[in-house]
Each structure stands twice: as structure tokens, then as C-alpha cells.
């Protein structure tokens, strides 16, 4: 449809017809013995009867497929459900067998390495977490680490390598999820690395890699507050500025597979420059470098004994709260930028909710109420109920957690999708 310079060539579009040529809908619908079980899994433990209400199924077809679950090692029938008045046994429930399938989840930073041992339910079963030095790795230590971390979180879980089924990752930067190619990273020394192949060698298993961001909004679809809704918008304010969107209880990652960059939308003409070498960046304006910045100088810090962003924002933040008005006015300056950011997220996605997620929540400067109501005054006003914003912050190990996510959805597909083997 386009040539090699993106320009449109009609040739491949039939003169006859009308309406979209492609399938109505570009994901394969999920088998129903899939369907099954996650409805199971998302309730937790739950009636046959409810699982035949909520997916609209003949009654004959869900206790056929769930015998067969059953029969798998997938579900498991356990009582648990309160006795009806009047009724003799008490009602059988189903639940997912946890140790059918285990997955581990790994989020690399700069900082620290962590790592999840998650089961088929979605408990975590261990965490174990890996100091690493702030300088961008190669490919071959970044595996190394990786394999280190993975080693402590099983020997402190007593499990063995074998036992694991796929291994989800995640780190900030450019990550193609379908090739596990990272094309850019802050973390890595190099750009083009096949990250997710080189792990994948190393632990003899499948690897998922994702960007952090999409990893956090599939923290918050899975485990957060995004389960109950199909659309849905989480922005994380860390090193940068990121974004997921769940469209129709799906994460979007756009055609490229890459993901979305909110950080690197432009709200200024020529404006500060940002670590991506372009100018106007929402990032250049409120990521934790870009105020690190201008704490330099409304903390009178030596220029020529830089210390580490970390360290100048806390005090920085420490000075607000204390009161001194240069650095008040840096962090209201930032949350102002925050707002059209967000603003502009509304506008574009129309979602039901934003979840403002992510470990670093504790700047709530950035958060606070003027914050929230500079982006429903830059929002279109168009009579309903204005887009809820929502504040989470979760411990260290919800960058993880969505990894294991990632990894869960995946070994799901394989083992009850195309890979089923009854
Ligand atoms: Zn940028």
C-alpha cells in the first residue's frame, strides 16, 4: 500500500467493492477452553454456572471443557463456595491449579535489578532484587546480570530452572516486543541488541521483552486498577516520561510494536532540550533530569561537583517542602507541563481512566490538586463526567509484576490456545 518512502500506492487497493477488506478483527478470537479459564483466574474462584452466565455458553459446553481443564491439570474443583439455604452439598467452585505453570518476571534499571517467581494464578511466590552499577552495560553483561538475579530468585525459592515455563523482562527506552530487539536504551551501550533472543539462549526458555511502560499498564491490568476497565491510559514519571494504553482490554503497542512515547510529544516550539536530541519534549519539562537541571541552580549547587539527578531532586523536593520558593516553583512549573501532557491524553484517547503509576510517587508536587485541575481547564468541556485521574503508588516490584504479566499472558496463549495438547 505505501512505497519505500511511506507515500500511498493505490495500486493494491481493488476497484470493486467496498467497506474495510481486512477481518473484522486482527487478534484471533481466544478458544473458549481459554476463555474458560480465565474467567476463572480473573474471579479467582468461581461457580461452573457463573463462568456459563458471564460467557454466555451453553451449560453442556462448560462442563465439557472445564473436564477437560480439569483433566489437563489446569483447574481444579475445590468447595469453597457458601452452602445455599435449604441445600445439601455445598456448591463445588473452580479455581486454577497455581503451580500449573510458573513464570518469572525481571525489571531492569539502573539502579537495581528485580525479579518475581509468579505462579499460574498470579501469586507472587518470591522477589529477589540485584544492586548494579549506573553506567550503560554491553549485551553480554546485561545477560550476565540478568542470569545472576534469576539464580538468587530461584535458589531463595527453592525452585529449579526446569520448572520455570517463560521468562517476561522489561527496561525503559525503545524495545521492539515482537523481535526482543531493543533499539535504544539508557541502560545498554549499544543500540540494535537482541536482548530477548540473547536471554532466551541463556535460559533455554522463552523470553517476552516489553518497555517498562507497557510492563506497568500490564501491571495495573492484571493485578491493578485497570482490571475492571477495557480503556485505559497509565503515564509513569521516572528517568522519563512513559505511556500505555489499553484499547478494548488489550495493550496497544502501535503497528511498529515499539509503544507509545508521551514523553517525547512536543509542547513547546523550540523548546528545552531533550535526551532524544530534540527540542520541546514533555520530558525536557518534567522528567527527573529535567528538574535536576534547574535544581542546580535554584540550589546554588557547584557545577563542577555535579551530583548524581537521585540525589539533587530529593533535595530539591526536601527545600519545597521546607518552603523555599525557587524550588516550589520548579516543581508547580513541571506539574503545569504534566497537566497539558495529560491533557493532551484525554483529548486524543478519550480513555475511561488515568492511572498515574509507578514507584516514584512520592513528588507529589507533580500530582497535587492544581495539577488535575489545570488539565480538566485545558480539556475540552463537553459535559460529562471529566476523565478520573488516579494516583498509585506501588512498591519497587510492580515493574516486575507486569514483566511476569507479560510472561503469564503469553504461557496462557501457548498452553491453551494453539499449543493445546488435550
Ligand atoms: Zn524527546
Not at 456448591?91 to 539502573?110: F, M, N, Q, T, Y
Not at 524550588?327 to 475511561?352: K, M
Not at 488535575?372 to 498509585?392: F, Y
Request: aromatic letters at 6%.
Amino acid at each position: 500500500m505505501y512505497d519505500s518512502e511511506g507515500r500511498r500506492n493505490d495500486a493494491d487497493v481493488p476497484v470493486t467493492g467496498c467497506g474495510p477488506i481486512l477481518s473484522v478483527s486482527a487478534t484471533p478470537l481466544r478458544p473458549l477452553r481459554q476463555q474458560i479459564f480465565e474467567t476463572v483466574r480473573a474471579a479467582g474462584r468461581t461457580a461452573r454456572a457463573d463462568v456459563t452466565r458471564s460467557l454466555g455458553i451453553s451449560p453442556g459446553s462448560a462442563t465439557t471443557l472445564s473436564a477437560e481443564l480439569i483433566a489437563a491439570g489446569f483447574l481444579r474443583e475445590v468447595e469453597g463456595l457458601p452452602r445455599e439455604a435449604g441445600r445439601g452439598r455445598p456448591p463445588v467452585a473452580l479455581e486454577v491449579v497455581p503451580d500449573a505453570r510458573l513464570v518469572v518476571g525481571i525489571k531492569l534499571s539502573d539502579r537495581a535489578h528485580t525479579a518475581v517467581l509468579t505462579d499460574f494464578a498470579g501469586n507472587v511466590l518470591a522477589n529477589a532484587s540485584q544492586p548494579t552499577q549506573p553506567h550503560r552495560k554491553t549485551l553480554e553483561q546485561t545477560v550476565t546480570e540478568v542470569a545472576e538475579l534469576v539464580a538468587t530468585l530461584l535458589s531463595g525459592a527453592q525452585c529449579d530452572l526446569s520448572r520455570i515455563s517463560a521468562v517476561g523482562a522489561g527496561l525503559s527506552g525503545l524495545v521492539n516486543h515482537e523481535s526482543g530487539m531493543v533499539l535504544w536504551s539508557p541502560l545498554l551501550s549499544q543500540r540494535d541488541l537482541a536482548l530477548g533472543p540473547a536471554l532466551s539462549r541463556r535460559f533455554g526458555l522463552p523470553v517476552f521483552l516489553d518497555n517498562d511502560a507497557n510492563n506497568l499498564t500490564l501491571a495495573e491490568l492484571w493485578f491493578g486498577a485497570g482490571r475492571a476497565r477495557s480503556d485505559f491510559a497509565v503515564v509513569t514519571i521516572e528517568e522519563g516520561v512513559g505511556m500505555g494504553l489499553v484499547l478494548g482490554n488489550r495493550l496497544f503497542r502501535g503497528s511498529r510494536g515499539i509503544g507509545l512515547e508521551l514523553g517525547h510529544t512536543k509542547v513547546q516550539l523550540d523548546g528545552a532540550l531533550c535526551r532524544c536530541g530534540k527540542r520541546g519534549c514533555l520530558e525536557a519539562y518534567v522528567a527527573d533530569y529535567a528538574l535536576a537541571r534547574e535544581a542546580a541552580t535554584a540550589l546554588d549547587r557547584n557545577h563542577n561537583n555535579p551530583q548524581s539527578p537521585k540525589v539533587m531532586l530529593e533535595t530539591l523536593f526536601e527545600q519545597a517542602k521546607a518552603g523555599n520558593e525557587s524550588a516550589r516553583t520548579i516543581f508547580r512549573r513541571a506539574g503545569r507541563y504534566l497537566s497539558l501532557g495529560l491533557a493532551n491524553v484525554v483529548q486524543l484517547f478519550d480513555p475511561e481512566l488515568i492511572i498515574l503509576s509507578g514507584e516514584r510517587m512520592q513528588y507529589d508536587y507533580l500530582y497535587a490538586d492544581e495539577v488535575i485541575a489545570e488539565m480538566r481547564a485545558l480539556t475540552l468541556e463537553d459535559g460529562r463526567v471529566p476523565c478520573p485521574v488516579e494516583i498509585h503508588a506501588w512498591g519497587d516490584l510492580v515493574w516486575a509484576r507486569g514483566a511476569s504479566a507479560l510472561a503469564l499472558g503469553a504461557v496462557t496463549d501457548q498452553a491453551l490456545g494453539d499449543g493445546w495438547v488435550a
